[in-house]
């Protein structure tokens, strides 16, 4: 069943990456996809992780949250970058991570990555290692909001 | 129509042009590895989002446009794995950042209420 709908998503993404349908070439698309699919039996465990539909509602709220954030400390650092004064506070500080799962961390520590101003330097456990350009930065992560958001992100999983 | 999209457009690129330059500054300006990694990081996000944007809209409702989606979702997730990579390589092999304050050693409590000014 799970082949199916793998075999079904990738020949999707054929067509929608090739844009010539010519009945060879949707034929080998469908021939492909079917092959890739068989060959990646062996390969995908079979874990909530590979089925990502599940995430989807989730996904709906919590990445527009995310841009939102990502628009706001972009055009911060964007500030900072054209100030003649430069006024960073470079801070490296310690955030524990609330989720459950890996692929709960591993979001939580992509999206501190993703929004300027904050990187994820090191994963330990629950803990993440975080450099932030300014000290506001690194105290807004302490205070966990995006923790919290990324747990209930999760929580819908 | 016609028009108003080529404006929108036109404004969108400027935009994300604007960011990739103010970018590239931050490369140049900022003090050291780590903060370097913040300046790019502008690039990363409204630069290349604001510039597919108005990309997309010129290419409108075509397959380009789902091309450049996908090119935008992939740069979204692989991206920041790229600046954890070359961050966390620095600091392995000992490169120190030039830091402000260091809140490395602070206690960790979970769940513990944070003080006001974010002090656990």
């Known amino acids: ?157 | 129509m016609a028009l108003l999209i080529d404006i929108a457009s036109g404004a969108l690129i400027a935009g994300g042009c604007f960011f990739i330059l103010v970018g590239a500054i931050g490369l140049v300006r900022m003090p050291d590895l780590y903060t370097r990694a913040h300046g790019t990081s502008v690039i990363d996000t409204l630069g290349a989002g604001l510039l597919i944007l108005g990309l997309m809209l010129q290419a409108g409702w075509t397959l380009v446009t789902l091309k450049l989606l996908f090119v935008l979702a992939i740069s979204f997730f692989t991206l920041p794995v790229v600046a954890h990579a070359l961050a966390q390589a620095a600091l392995h092999e000992n490169v120190a950042p030039r830091l402000a304050e260091d809140r490395r050693q602070r206690a960790l409590t979970d769940g513990a209420p944070v003080g006001k000014d974010g002090e656990p």
């Not at chain 1, 999206?111 to 690194?138: E, K, Y």
């Open chain 1, 1 to 157: 069943m799970r082949l199916i709908g793998l075999a079904t998503f990738l020949f999707a993404f054929w067509l929608a990456l090739s844009g010539h349908y010519t009945a060879f070439l949707v034929g080998a698309g469908l021939a492909s996809a079917i092959l890739c699919a068989i060959a990646a039996r062996r390969v995908l465990p079979a874990d909530s992780e590979s089925q990502p539909l599940r995430l989807l509602v989730g996904t709906v709220t919590y990445y527009p949250w995310l841009l939102w954030e990502i628009v706001k400390s972009a055009w911060s650092v964007t500030k900072i970058i054209i100030d003649p004064r430069l006024p960073i506070s470079p801070t490296m500080t310690r955030v524990s991570a609330s989720q459950r799962t890996a692929a709960g961390i591993a979001t939580y520590g992509n999206s501190i990555t993703l929004t300027p101003g904050t990187l994820t330097v090191g994963v330990a456990g629950n803990q993440l290692l975080v450099h932030a350009l300014t000290r506001d930065g690194a105290l807004d992560l302490e205070s966990g909001r995006m923790d919290r958001r990324v747990a209930r992100f999760e929580g819908t999983a």
